[in-house]
């Protein structure tokens, strides 16, 4: 498993080895700009679908980089934490508003 390269501004997608403890900029072959490291699980829009792009786009720059993120986190009395069933990643801007409120707190910081 590894990492999706992702371009936002190219809308290009590569996929890369895991490489842990090494330089993780990678920059965009079209324009120059470092990429953004996505989960594997990620699967790219068209280039030509913008409306899916820009939920990418928004997606990321709120802190969702295609993660596992939970639908619903339970602590028990003894401070346990259990977590269960994988929410869906949004496919249109509208549902990404909600998902991003809703699972605020499962972002990246």
Known sequence: MG???VCIECRK????PL???FNRLYPCSE??????????RFRPPKKTDD???E??????????????VYQKIET???????YQNYATYPENIRDAKKFVEKYKEQARK
């Open 31 to 40: 324009c120059g700009k470092p990429m953004t490291l996505l989960s594997h």
């Open 19 to 21: 490489d842990i403890g």
């Open 3 to 5: 990492y999706k390269s």
């Open 51 to 53: 409306k899916k792009w």
């Open 76 to 82: 028990n009395s003894n401070g346990v934490t259990s």
């Open 13 to 16: 997608s590569l996929n890369r």
């Open 55 to 68: 939920t990418v786009k928004y997606l990321i720059e709120n802190g969702f980089h295609f993660d596992h």
